[in-house]
């Protein structure tokens, strides 16, 4: 592995942390993998699927290991998913990670975390290793084996 | 069987139609049975169990003889599940039958039409029979084969 | 509905009875519905859902008024599916109801009983009623809702 | 990692392989990872869960790197679950990968492999890395992300 050989992940733009008592930069994380996992709150591939895999690993390894971050990203039907309605998303399906709200532009409908990510849509899983690099970015359902996999390899990377 | 001895159904409070080309009353619906599928947009148990089994129930009879109607019976974060955002749900859960939303009280959080069948929160299925009475009244996750054993009872019963 | 046109079922040829104090006979069951699961313990379709079907019917309505019958059809791999495996497999999986053994043929693999209801494979689910006629004969998976609601207007017919 | 700390797996002890050209030595897969899935074929978690994740493994990894091996560690039941019977399962289910049956112990049910790896009962997944050694050994159900990091892990670590 050469790690020069992955993308650097971009810095996230976040209008409001939720589930966070201040704010968490990607820079901040360093030295842990991070699982980035982008949802819309009423996309039901995200509910069905993405949210319980999020939860799913938040619950598998050691928080300190492995960071689970959500990122609400709204690029449809903005006006039926704003703070107040992901506060009561967040509080009804008990999500207990981070969860970021993705900025909106000041132009068009995709937010900005998502157009730098270069994000296809929801939900999307993105695997970022312990020195900020993108391991894995997967738009749609991927088996638990193969994101469970890359994590495993992950965690095994030196650091520092 | 003495159709007597089981409660007239209340007539439903309704603010607005979805799914609708024009207002459905449950007088209307005589001689069909009535599949009243209580539900709020952000409720996991309605999301996971209760909207699948209505969009069942749909699927399996001829519309005709049962009707599916959705209510949108909103008793928690009324700000997160207002019309437009229902529209949203609506359209990206694909629910392809009527959706009243459930007349919100002057005072207090329980909607008009969730107060006049006394139910204890969602889902709720209410199975109502073709001369108007209440045959099943259940909160909570109830199993198909039950759910057809009713409804497979009601479509036998004589009408008129 | 006129009784006369459903097609009378036919008896059982049954080479041994397990789960069952005593044979049990078709004619023996008037008066109640009858759900007559037919399966082959190796066929995976029986073992993910034709079985639990039959174990939910089994939970769902009393047995005096719904009896549940498997019936072991053997019609492949004979030399694995004798009467000491299938012991094994129902005591391993927990079936409550009585079985049949299907009587196999003096010739050709298929057994008489499905022969005689011209099953084409398995799971098959014959649903039959209170006065010994087929009303419901599918092969393959049917959902919970449809056949609740066979079962639920077979309850509803008079006997005697 | 010092691989020093690990159990090295003891060699299987096989009367049979199925699915395999030739028989399969734990010493030929060295520098893969090998998943070692013990089962019976008439236990329901084995079915249900156990195969179900193997045959996952065996989908999501290319096989020169991760080796699945099935072990038919039978030890109840014997006479329901010799191999004609076994090869009527692995038709049944499509198992792809090789499967060992596990060598009848002179006295006494349990197999002499399932006894060598102290198995407590089926299933089990046991992990063993690229030098021949343990690193996971699960009785019961174990979620696929896991299962995943493991293997994930175990694909980093060098050979020879």
Redesign the interface.
């Known amino acids: 592995m050469n790690a020069v050989a992955y993308e650097r992940a971009p810095s996230w733009s976040v209008s409001q942390w939720m589930n966070a008592r201040d704010d968490i930069t990607l820079e901040s994380l360093r030295g842990s993998v991070v699982a980035l996992h982008a949802f819309q ?4 591939g995200c ?2 699927h993405g949210i319980p895999q999020a939860k ?2 938040h619950a ?2 050691p928080p300190d290991k492995v960071r689970v971050i959500g990122l609400h990203s709204v690029f ?2 903005h ?3 704003g703070p ?2 992901l ?3 967040l ?3 008990r999500l207990g990670f981070p969860v970021a709200v993705d900025q909106p532009a000041a132009q068009g409908p995709i937010p900005l975390t998502m157009q730098a990510y270069g994000m296809q849509g929801t939900p999307t899983l993105v695997l970022i290793d312990k020195t900020g690099h993108i391991r894995l970015h997967h738009f749609g359902q991927l ?15 030196p650091f520092g």
Request: net charge negative; hydrophobic share 55%.
């Open positions: 709150m009423l996309c039901p509910v069905s799913a690993i598998a390894f449809e039907h006006e039926a998913m107040v309605a506060a009561a998303f509080s009804e399906y088996d638990d084996l193969r994101v469970g996999a890359v994590i495993g390899q992950l965690l095994t990377e």
